[in-house]
């Protein structure tokens, strides 16, 4: 039988401990039952790139919101003619060490759940069963109108279908699918309605300033809840979103460790940060944890 991290802390704000040293992250892993929550730092080695760097600070990008995709033609037309393109990166990108890393702690029965704020999908991707995908999956579409779903690599093909001469192209992707577009490219992308209602149709992700479904938030604290710890990967923590299962662990006793490059909004309620690229750093766990 497991037993619980002897990990303590009292969940006072401050700043932690930043280290290189994975014992801390070891022991309570090995003790089971910790839930991973994961960001975009977890998808940049499969070519993903996250929102912030090391800095915490935002990149250029600007997210759609959902206030401007809602009452915004254009806005509409500009998200899909942008999202059109890079989420052809994102269907091509494949999972990476850190992903398989952490199917395999899930596996072994020492995490007890994940938890991403990632669209990707590349956690089940990697063979991680019952991710809670926190902010949604690009991969699925919902009608605004009639709630249909269906799936995104049909919407590429009428999408494609509706735009023959759209033919741009780009270097780099964010981590919701966006990319940078001419304005004049914008305007001559068609859009397609649902099928079945001739609604409008949007990703199902969660955009900047919409809320995350509640029912989805109380399974992911009642997750919180049965951890004995709660282990943040690849994440600043920068919106509430995240930030307030780290907080709500933090408030109930159980030990948060992070693993993140650069600082994150929860470093005061964690009981240390590791700063060294994931990857590497949940291949090394997996060594470890293999031995007895």
């Known amino acids: 039988m497991r037993t619980r991290p002897t990990l303590s802390w009292t969940g006072e704000t401050g700043g932690c401990p930043v280290t290189g040293e994975l014992d801390a992250v070891e022991e309570a892993l090995r003790a089971g039952g910790v839930l991973a929550l994961s960001g975009a730092?977890?998808?940049t080695e499969s070519g993903i790139p996250d929102y912030r760097g090391e800095t915490g600070s935002l990149r250029r990008h600007t997210p759609m919101t959902y206030e401007?995709?809602?009452h915004s033609a254009s806005g509409r037309r500009r998200y899909w003619a942008r999202s059109h393109l890079g989420w052809r990166t994102i269907a091509r990108a494949r999972p990476n060490a850190g992903h398989h890393a952490v199917a395999g702690l899930r596996a072994a029965g020492l995490l007890g759940g994940v938890i991403t704020q990632n669209v990707d999908g590349l956690h089940t991707s990697a063979?991680?069963?019952d991710v809670v995908e926190l902010h949604g999956?690009?991969?699925r579409v919902?009608?605004?109108?009639c709630s249909r779903y269906s799936g995104r690599e049909a919407l590429d093909g009428r999408l494609r279908a509706a735009n023959p001469d759209f033919t741009a192209t780009t270097s780099e992707?964010?981590?919701d699918g966006d990319v940078e577009l001419a304005e004049e490219l914008v305007r001559e992308f068609t859009l397609v309605d649902c099928e079945s209602c001739?609604?409008?149709l949007k990703p199902d992700v969660v955009f900047f300033g919409e809320s995350v479904p509640r029912p989805r938030v109380a399974h992911c604290f009642r997750l919180v809840d049965r951890a004995s710890a709660v282990l943040v990967l690849g994440s600043s923590l920068a919106v509430m979103s995240g930030l307030r299962f780290v907080?709500?662990?933090a408030k109930s006793g159980k030990p948060v460790l992070i693993v993140n490059n650069g600082v994150t909004r929860g470093d005061g309620h964690a009981l240390l940060r590791v700063q060294r690229p994931l990857g590497t750093v949940l291949t090394e766990l997996g060594a470890r944890l293999a031995r007895p």
């Open 173 to 175: 992707v964010n981590p």
């Open 247 to 249: 907080r709500h662990a």
């Open 68 to 70: 401007e995709f809602l």
């Open 198 to 200: 001739g609604g409008v």
């Open 142 to 145: 919902i009608c605004l109108g």
């Open 137 to 139: 999956n690009l991969d």
């Open 127 to 129: 063979g991680t069963p």
């Open 41 to 43: 730092g977890i998808s």
